[in-house]
């Protein structure tokens, strides 16, 4: 069963494209992560998805529901936590929960009993009655989560849910986050540019680039995908082009080149095995090494292979 | 039914809110006190000119600074909304099946309701300095509601401001612009008989002297009750208007996510 389907979004700001086709489907009771670097889209996909914004082609329904035909429908079925909190910070964390529950429509007993379910759950009931305002980042993170999920909604949007947070409360926010996909039954569709997040988060992911899906699979099955381990050599003196015609004779051919072409990245099935036929063929060209890393595949190395591009590089939007 | 009960939850929050602002409720309930005080004096003599339909300045005044008061009011309701939307409060309630109308109409009801309270507080007050309502009870009703009608309509041209700028510095530009110029195109401080010609025409078409001259009326005596439901009735179709152009100012602010 897909609780989300998105099919060939389009959506223009003005002169950018922010949406450019983007296809990808979501099974009930999954973590999907929506993976790109910052302006790839990720944010415009999931408004289109909350029927926050419309897009200009393209179609989308959650949970069974055309998010434009169909837009009440489909936000009684949301949890939406958006990437800037929407938090009323003059209110108490059991009066923004309360207020959200009931325009959602709950009432009565129900409401305040789901209220103290969740304060608890997220670990702010002790600051539940405090107002927002005085919360810590983490705190204020975990009651907008609480807040998209007061409904009890079979679908939840996490958009960049820890940006802003300090790696400690990053770690912890992740436990929470598995810890809720486990207990309530729950899709959720995450957003980030930590390519570690979604791979800790994930069940699967589709990376984001220009408005585009470049691929869709499961972290294990798109680092799989690459073969072996990534050799990374940074020349000392250029002399690319030899370097390249050494490397293939030493059987670990240059997969990219980055930067101004000083940095060669070679696939090998094993890096510890080919790392010192690699350098004795370097030293027989008399090519001057920098420095040598060998890396398991990431999905830093999934985005590169797919994309051709740095991910780092792309999301200080170089 | 969805859009009075969600009205009403959205009013709970921004008032809640208020409440937790001592120097707010204090400001709100001492600054029309000042206003009745430091004017009723500064002018006190003015009445000797004629024209004033009563010999007490007060009771001439006090039921203008209660239109005055809420019609201020008014101009600066659209701040809270450009605060919700900079928090992007407004966004959280769109992805939810809250009622549209009622994220805009419960800035307007809640700031007719404040400036409603502070009628109550400007007529104790003018009871206290010896003004009396000629029409009794309903006087005070009339007086009451023509300032929350005065103040529902401003407030919808200041939150539809707000959905159109959602900037605070051009929000406050816009109250002071508009603020003291239409005060002083109206029989506030002045009787009409005072003000000059071009002055007496153009607050024909001034709406916050139509509410001063509504609530001045049931004030003194000689009340014209033809003149007070016309009035009122300029103000109520104002109302509907204003809270049509907020409610558009919305819809375009929506459009444009």
Redo the contacts between chains.
């Keep these: 069963m897909e609780t989300i389907v998105v099919e060939g979004l389009r959506k223009r700001y003005g002169d950018v494209q922010a949406l450019d086709g983007v296809s990808f489907a979501v099974r009930a009771g999954e973590i999907f992560a929506l993976l790109g670097p910052n302006g790839a889209g990720k944010s415009t996909t999931v408004?289109v998805l909350?029927?926050?914004?419309?897009a200009d082609e393209g179609r989308a329904s959650v949970a069974g529901h055309d998010v434009a035909r169909e837009a009440?429908a489909v936000?009684?079925a949301?949890g939406?936590v958006?990437q800037?909190?929407?938090?009323?910070?003059?209110?108490t964390g059991r009066?923004n929960l309360m207020?959200?529950g009931?325009?959602?429509?709950m009432r009565g007993r129900d409401l305040r009993a789901r209220v103290d379910e969740l304060l608890e759950l997220v670990g702010i009931a002790d600051a539940a009655d405090r107002?927002v305002n005085g919360y810590s980042g983490g705190m204020k993170r975990r009651l907008d989560i609480a807040?998209g999920l007061v409904h009890r909604p079979p679908v939840l949007f996490l958009d960049e849910p820890t940006t802003g947070l300090d790696p400690e409360a990053r770690v912890a926010l992740w436990k929470e986050v598995g810890r809720l996909a486990a207990r309530e039954t729950l899709s959720i569709l995450l957003t980030t540019h930590y390519l570690d997040e979604a791979d800790e988060l994930a069940d699967r992911l589709a990376i984001l680039s220009a408005g585009r899906v470049v691929v869709e699979g499961t972290p294990v099955g798109l680092k799989s995908e690459l073969r072996g381990d990534a050799v990374t050599i940074e020349l000392a003196n250029g002399r690319a082009d030899d370097a390249r015609r050494a490397l293939i004779g030493a059987d670990a051919p240059v997969e990219t080149a980055l930067g101004d072409g000083r940095t060669l990245i070679s696939r090998v099935d094993d890096g510890g095995q080919a790392l010192p036929r690699i350098l004795a063929a370097l030293g027989d060209a008399g090519i001057a090494v920098e420095w040598v890393a060998v890396s398991r595949p990431s999905l830093d190395d999934v985005y590169l292979h797919y994309t051709g591009r740095d991910f780092a590089a792309d999301d200080r939007g170089e | 039914m969805i859009v009075p009960r969600h009205t009403w939850f959205m009013i709970v929050r921004q008032a809640r809110n208020l409440l937790r602002e001592p120097i707010w409720i204090a400001l709100l309930l001492i600054q029309p006190m000042v206003w009745l005080i430091l004017y009723g004096q500064l002018f006190k003599n003015v009445t000797r000119l004629g024209g004033f339909g009563t010999t007490s300045y007060i009771t001439f005044l006090a039921p203008a600074i209660v239109i005055m008061n809420s019609f201020f009011g008014a101009t600066w309701s659209g701040l809270a909304m450009v605060g919700d939307l900079d928090r992007k409060v407004i966004e959280r309630f769109l992805a939810t099946p809250a009622s549209r109308l009622s994220l805009v109409l419960s800035h307007i009801v809640r700031s007719a309701l404040t400036a409603g309270i502070q009628s109550v507080v400007i007529l104790l007050v003018a009871l206290a300095l010896g003004v009396r309502v000629h029409t009794g009870a309903v006087g005070w009703l009339v007086v009451i509601a023509v300032a929350m009608l005065v103040n529902s309509a401003f407030a919808g041209i200041s939150q539809g401001l707000a959905l159109l700028t959602r900037r605070e510095a051009s929000m406050i530009t816009l109250a002071n612009f508009i603020g003291l110029p239409l005060l002083f195109l109206s029989s506030t401080l002045l009787a009409e008989r005072q003000m000059p010609h071009w002055m007496r025409v153009t607050a024909k078409f001034n709406p916050v002297n139509w509410g001063v001259d509504a609530a001045r009326d049931v004030v003194l005596p000689g009340t014209d009750w033809r003149s007070v439901g016309v009035h009122v009735g300029y103000l109520a179709a104002l109302c509907i208007v204003s809270a049509g152009f907020a409610h558009s100012t919305f819809r375009a602010y929506r459009r444009s996510l």
């Design positions: 408004r909350a029927t926050l914004s419309r009440d936000r009684r949301i939406y958006p800037e909190s929407g938090v009323d910070r003059f209110g009066e207020l959200q009931r325009v959602q429509g107002v807040l």
